[in-house]
């Protein structure tokens, strides 16, 4: 008896695996982490840190190629989706080395750069994502490129954010009970 074509699909099909759900996202919250982390030592150091974004873009086309690997019928398929996504972040980088050339990195502060480069990997995410059709590496470029807005609002919040908790810190403490002695009726 012959195989049709819906017998073989459901041999391709992923099977979810066993591992909790937090365990199968920790790569995907590690990006993310370290995209953070590397804006906020950016504007912390006022220095370009090239290395970093590229090893942060590398290491997401990397996740994405990871993400991917099983869900690629065949060989073929496996070696497009190599290419593909390394065409894909090979142009990223280039973009990210094209900001970061000194000609241009001289017309912006170090913070202006690193937001720019988050908002290229959030980008270069996203696309990589709809390319890929996954939900999680589309969130994950959306999640880096809403952190770029919330970053710059921080930074610039930072004195408002600390004198609005010095004032309800101040308002707890002046409501508060005196402990013993409003026990006592004194």
């Given at each position: 008896?012959?195989e049709?074509?819906?017998d ?7 099977r979810p ?17 370290l ?6 030592y ?27 690997w ?12 190599i290419w593909?996504?390394?065409l ?9 080395n094209?900001v970061?050339?000194s ?10 750069t690193s ?8 980008l ?5 994502g709809v ?14 490129a809403a952190?770029?807005?919330a ?13 609005g908790a010095?004032f309800?810190?101040?308002v ?15």
């Amino acid at each position: 008896m012959e195989e049709s074509q819906f017998d073989k699909r459901d041999d391709v099909i992923p099977r979810p695996s066993g591992r909790p759900f937090l365990t199968q996202r920790l790569p995907f919250i590690a990006v993310l982490a370290l995209a953070v982390v590397g804006v906020a030592y950016m504007n912390v150091s006022n220095q370009a840190l090239i290395g970093y974004w590229e090893f942060l873009a590398l290491a997401t086309g990397f996740l994405c190629v990871a993400t991917e690997w099983d869900k690629a019928e065949d060989k073929a398929a496996r070696y497009r989706l190599i290419w593909t996504q390394a065409l894909h972040w090979v142009a990223i980088l280039v973009t990210m080395n094209m900001v970061l050339y000194s000609n241009i990195q001289q017309m912006m502060p170090a913070a202006a750069t690193s937001l720019i480069l988050l908002a290229l990997l959030a980008l270069g995410t996203f696309l990589a994502g709809v390319s890929l059709i996954s939900l999680e590496i589309c969130f994950l470029g959306l999640s880096m490129a809403a952190a770029v807005p919330a970053i710059a609002w921080l930074k610039q919040s930072a004195l408002f954010l600390v004198l609005g908790a010095v004032f309800l810190v101040g308002v707890v403490l002046a409501l508060r009970p005196r402990g013993a002695a409003r026990q006592n009726g004194r």
